[in-house]
Antibody, heavy 127, light 106 residues
Framework: QITLKESGPTLVKPTQTLTLTCTFS??????????VGWIRQPPGAALEWLAL???????RYSPSLKSRLTITKDTSKNQVVLTMTNMDPVDTATYYC???????????????????WGKGTTVTVSS | SYELTQPPSVSVSPGQTASITCSGD??????VCWYQQRPGQSPMLVIY???KRPSGIPERFSGSNSGNTATLTISGTQAMDEADYYC?????????FGTGTKLTVL
């Protein structure tokens, strides 16, 4: 059974750096075709994808937030860490991590989908 | 940047069919996922690769994708289907979510 749990500070001050940890079980991030992603949702608003890291260490970032984000993985600890710099009140949101599974298409191309999500962690940015 | 547009709200009577659309440029050339998010809960995958249902998702959920529009169809809608629904696709190896649709069952 795959589970993911987000952890980190509930309150950060403007300009500070946010560090969130996704601790997972039931899979290994060294297995081919697997990934872990981060998604956030401001109060009353839509989902916004932030970043993801794949089994082969490939990293992808939201173009609009790329300069502020870093995603890393620790396979031995079954953790993925997301850092976001220069936090602002507009970054107040629930932050989710999700497991990505995949289907191998023609030409060995992987199609990924977010099939298991954590419960999320709420982060408020305020002085 | 790539955008996916959904109607803000859709209403349906219990037992009827609900259709939620997701529009994007040449969306039919991409694969689409659909996520259900009940109030206070995390999103849950209900459709992936346009038409496939994960295990445990009822058969009343189906998907299609052609041209510029993907559609999530819920047949025989039940009260428990009342939720927000989001489409998602990949563009240049980055994930894009739709604007979200609130489905009301009344």
């Amino acid at each position: 059974q795959i589970t993911l749990k987000e952890s980190g500070p509930t309150l950060v001050k403007p300009t500070q750096t946010l560090t969130l940890t996704c601790t997972f079980s039931g899979f290994s991030l060294s297995t081919s075709g697997v990934g872990v992603g981060w998604i956030r949702q401001p109060p009353g608003a839509a989902l916004e994808w932030l970043a993801l890291i794949y089994w082969d260490d490939d990293e992808r970032y939201s173009p609009s937030l790329k300069s502020r984000l870093t995603i890393t993985k620790d396979t031995s600890k079954n953790q993925v860490v997301l850092t976001m710099t220069n936090m602002d009140p507009v970054d107040t949101a629930t932050y989710y991590c999700a497991h990505l599974s995949s289907v191998i298409l023609v030409d060995d191309y992987y199609y990924y989908y977010m099939n298991i999500w954590g419960k999320g962690t709420t982060v408020t940015v305020s002085s | 940047s790539y955008e996916l547009t959904q109607p803000p709200s859709v209403s349906v009577s219990p037992g009827q069919t609900a259709s939620i659309t997701c529009s994007g440029d040449k969306l039919g050339h991409k694969y689409v996922c659909w996520y259900q998010q009940r109030p206070g809960q995390s999103p849950m995958l209900v459709i992936y690769q346009d038409t496939k249902r994960p295990s445990g998702i009822p058969e009343r959920f189906s998907g299609s994708n052609s041209g510029n529009t993907a559609t999530l169809t819920i047949s025989g809608t039940q009260a428990m289907d009342e939720a927000d629904y989001y489409c998602q696709a990949w563009d240049s190896s980055t994930a894009v979510f739709g604007t979200g649709t609130k489905l009301t069952v009344l």
